[in-house]
């Protein structure tokens, strides 16, 4: 059933801590946000997010990806879910699965994701590791639309952190989390009023994008 209140019904997707998906419900916590998140989806059973949702009285639901042959039985799986529940939109938060072009054109538009890098440098795995080996002095992370090629999609919103004199991996990728749990709410919001009838609920004085 859809909801009451009609706002675009949001699916999370996660394979671990979920401190991305922590942060998506806190802002759809608060009153004037103009969706709802609806579902949190992992594809392992030991994530993390998943006891933080269902302790926020989110439904959750576990697709293990090793219980199916290829890829695409396993979105296949994931697609009728998605659409029992009634989703209209998609966010991946640290979801660490590639997904195949079937089922990004099923969802084309409708499919965002975080990346901790400033795309479109450093697409893929380890971006603080090289992004320090590279001696960058920017660095940070990207909301963008997700498209059959890996890391490519149209960009939505961005935040830069600085890279200091000492950093580390850890200590960088620290500082772009930080960034990114203010980041994705923001290009939410940024998206859905976009692509979203939201104008009655949405805070007009609200400054987007501000990280
Ligand atoms: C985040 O840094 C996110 O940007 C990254 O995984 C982490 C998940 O952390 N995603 C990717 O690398 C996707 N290619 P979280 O589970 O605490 O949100």
């Not at 439904?59 to 209209?88: G, M, N, Y």
């Not at 290009?187 to 979203?196: D, G, R």
Request: with cysteine; glycine share 6%.
């Amino acid at each position: 059933m859809s909801s009451p209140k009609q706002m675009p019904r949001i699916a999370i997707l996660i394979s671990g801590r979920g401190s991305n998906m922590r942060a998506l419900i806190e802002a759809a916590s608060q009153a004037k946000f103009p969706a709802e998140i609806s579902l949190v989806l992992s594809n392992k059973p030991q994530a993390g997010g998943l006891e933080y949702a269902q302790s926020h009285k989110i439904p959750t639901s576990v697709i293990d990806h090793r219980r199916f042959e290829d890829r695409e039985t396993f979105e296949q799986a994931l697609d009728e879910v998605l659409h029992k529940a009634k989703i209209d939109l998609i966010c991946l938060a640290g979801f660490m699965r590639v997904l195949t072009p079937w089922f990004i054109t099923r969802w084309q538009g409708k499919l965002i994701n975080i990346h901790p890098a400033l795309l479109p440098s450093y697409k893929g795995l380890h971006t603080h590791e090289r992004a320090l080996a590279d001696g960058v002095k920017i660095h940070g992370c990207t909301v963008h639309h997700v498209v059959p090629e890996v890391d490519a999609g149209p960009i939505i919103a961005q935040a830069a952190v600085p890279v200091l004199e000492n950093d580390t991996a850890e200590t960088l990728g620290a500082r772009v989390l930080a960034a990114e749990h203010k980041l994705y709410p923001l290009a939410l919001q940024k998206f859905l009023k976009k692509n979203f009838d939201i104008s009655q609920k949405s805070d007009p004085n609200s400054q987007l994008i501000s990280v």
